[in-house]
């Protein structure tokens, strides 16, 4: 019997379904999108290593009368490496960006100048070759790794290790190796865009005005994180000659520090978009609503005579509230496999881990079915209260 | 107050309404409407009895009051004062949910437009009583069949009320209320929309299947040959009972 509200009004259950199924669509697209995108977030800041510490200057003191801001330089890497006991693998880096030419192709890349465990400290993997030795930064040989998009647009399908590129125009360089793709980031930059090279070698090419772009360190202990982390801090406090009361003009920052504002503006972001699908599936349950508001007025004629033969107010409540929950059921379901289709094409385009669980497409489902039994629920209750008597008058 | 009760020797069996000689009790009842900020009565206090098993006619020119008691005995309306017992049992004073299980159990209604449902068929229309009572989709479904063969329409369980003529409309409102196996027969004008001939086969099949199963009839038409398969004819005029004729008698209120 619940059945015939489906089928006596063909049209009009099809456009009221529709609109609680839109809602369930965008609650689970919306929800799936936000997540994926947390995910994409956290494993791009995972790539970086999830047990690493990383020394950064602070760009410059606000205050005109505090101590110019000294850069990372080779002896804050001698006096970390000297006297720390909780930090293993310490390796600065140098960045610029640079013009890269192998015969007439030409880019433009990220050039680091770094030591050899710098690949291994990132836990990338090499699709061809290897890295430079110790040896050859102590010579300042000119040796370069490629990442895997240097590659790509430089030699296409050759084979570059072996190769001799032009750094900046000027220096010849030697390719040892080729790093394996990383992919995209969820900004859209390409983690596959660095070249690699000996830190003497670019020091003696290029210079390095500023000092050192960062200094990456691995406690010895996983546990020892934030052992590391104070100690590395009191030990450039005293190469900076800072005192503990001064801003000091570094920060030495975890990854986790990183990641757990990245998680926090995600779930901001994932709470925001839950919350304009929660208002999409709120407009569904009110057309759920008007619907069977229709329907009692319709109706009115028939729940008279409902009454007068012996249906209870509750068993009158109970035929519209079935009514409004098999509408949102239908609905509901609809929606589920509209959301779930979206969520899965949104994470194939942006080619992120698919984000659809059990959770994120139920949880959805079900409470658009609520929304539909609370929404039914007014009218179910208009229907129960109707006087018999005047009900029957209705025709 | 004079009453007057007709024993027939059936007596109400179903439990949950304690047994008693009279099937309808009805005590000083008087019934307002608000129209405005006025009291209209309608009902100005009314007093009669009706036996288990008798049949009652309620006469009198519309706007006396008849439909308004009889929604009333049907417990589809509350008196504003008096007592009505049902089967010695006081109703005028149950809740909603409580009524409906009277109407449901012990009350059947036949009415004027015969109020079927005009999507379902006829044998749904029938076994909706029954939905309602909680009895199993086969067994009501066999049960309406069953009753709707015994009003003569054998061959009509699948036909929508739209399908159907006046008086096979009424055979099936008759069946639905009967199907439950009510006490009480509340028939409201249930010739009034149907030409001669329908009109007497109906009302001869409300005389046979109240002799079937003994229950109780109050019928409300202006109508005298009508009112005469009662036994009983309860006179109203301008919310009272005025004049009774039949078996015991003639009294006045």
């Not at chain 1, 068993?315 to 289709?341: D, H, N, P, R, Y």
């Amino acid at each position: 019997m619940a059945l015939q509200v489906l089928t006596r009004n063909p049209g009009r259950s099809a456009l009221t379904v529709l609109g609680l199924a839109i809602g369930v669509a965008a609650f689970i697209a919306m929800v799936s999108f936000g997540q994926g995108a947390r995910r994409s977030v956290l494993s791009q800041f995972e790539s970086l290593g999830a047990n690493i510490l990383r020394v950064r200057p602070r760009a410059s003191a606000n205050d005109a009368l505090a101590k110019a801001p000294r850069p990372l330089a080779e002896a804050d890497v001698v006096a970390l490496r000297r006297e720390s006991t909780a930090l293993g693998v310490i390796v600065p880096h140098v960045r610029r960006i640079v013009d890269l030419s192998h015969g007439s192709a030409r880019i433009r890349t990220v050039l680091l100048g770094t030591e050899p465990q710098y690949p291994a400290l990132h836990d990338w993997s090499f699709e061809l070759g290897g890295v430079f030795d110790e040896r050859d930064v102590a010579e300042g040989a000119k040796l370069c790794v490629l990442g895997a998009s240097p590659a790509r647009k430089l030699f296409g399908d050759d084979d570059p290790l072996g190769a001799t590129l032009i750094i900046a125009g000027r220096f010849p360089c030697r390719v040892v190796g080729v790093l394996a793709s990383k992919g995209r980031a969820m900004s859209g930059s390409d983690l596959d865009d660095v070249v690699l090279t000996p830190l003497r070698t670019f020091l003696l090419l290029l210079g390095a005005q500023d000092g050192y772009a960062s200094i990456e360190m691995r406690p010895t202990q996983p546990a020892w994180l934030e052992a590391a982390r104070s100690e590395a801090n009191q030990i450039l406090l005293r190469t900076h000659r800072l005192s503990a009361e001064e801003p000091p003009d570094f920060d030495v920052v975890s990854p986790d520090d990183v990641t757990r504002a990245a998680d926090q503006t995600s779930r901001i972001l994932t709470g925001l978009l839950a919350g304009i699908a929660a208002v999409s599936l709120l407009v569904g349950g009110i057309g759920i609503m008007n619907i069977q508001l229709v329907a009692v007025a319709e109706r009115t004629h028939e729940i008279g005579i409902r009454a007068a033969i012996g249906a209870a107010p509750a068993q009158i409540m109970k035929q519209f509230l079935v009514e409004s929950t098999v509408l949102a059921s239908v609905g509901a379901l609809a929606g589920m496999i509209m959301g779930g289709a979206t969520a899965q094409i949104v994470a194939r385009v942006m080619g992120w881990p698919s984000s659809i669980s059990l959770l994120t497409v139920i949880g959805p489902g079900l409470f658009g079915i609520a929304v539909g039994v609370v929404f039914g629920y007014i009218p179910a209750l208009r229907a129960a209260r109707l006087d018999p008597i005047q009900a029957l008058r209705r025709e | 107050m004079a009453q007057v009760i007709v024993s027939t020797g059936a007596a109400p069996t179903t439990s949950g309404v304690q047994p008693s000689r009279s099937m309808i009790e009805v005590r000083e009842v008087r019934k307002d409407y608000l129209d405005g900020s006025m009291h209209v009565p309608v009902l100005r206090g009314v007093d009669f009895n009706v036996a288990a098993g008798e049949a009652v006619a309620l006469l009198g020119p519309s706007g006396c009051g008849k439909s308004t008691l009889l929604n009333i005995l049907g417990c589809l309306d509350r008196p504003s004062s008096g007592i009505y017992r049902l089967a010695g049992q006081d109703v005028s004073h149950l809740s909603r949910e409580q009524e409906a299980w009277v109407r449901l159990h012990h009350i059947g209604f036949v009415f004027q437009s015969f109020h079927l449902i005009g999507h379902a068929t006829a044998l749904e229309n029938v076994a909706l009583p029954l939905y309602y009572a909680g009895v199993p989709r086969k067994q009501r479904e066999a049960l309406a069949a069953a009753i709707l063969q015994r009003v003569g329409l054998a061959g009509r369980l699948h036909h929508r009320p739209n399908q159907l003529s006046g008086g096979q409309r009424q055979r099936t409102a008759i069946a639905r209320a009967c199907v439950t196996k009510p006490k009480l027969l509340l028939a409201d004008e249930p010739t009034g929309a149907l030409d001669t001939q329908s009109g007497r086969e109906v009302l001869a099949l409300i005389s046979e299947l109240r002799e079937e199963t003994g229950m109780t009839l109050v019928i409300v038409t202006h109508d005298a040959s009508v009112a005469s398969i009662a036994e009983r004819r309860l006179e109203m005029s301008d919310g009272q009972i005025v004049a009774e004729h039949g078996s015991a008698g003639v009294q006045h209120a």
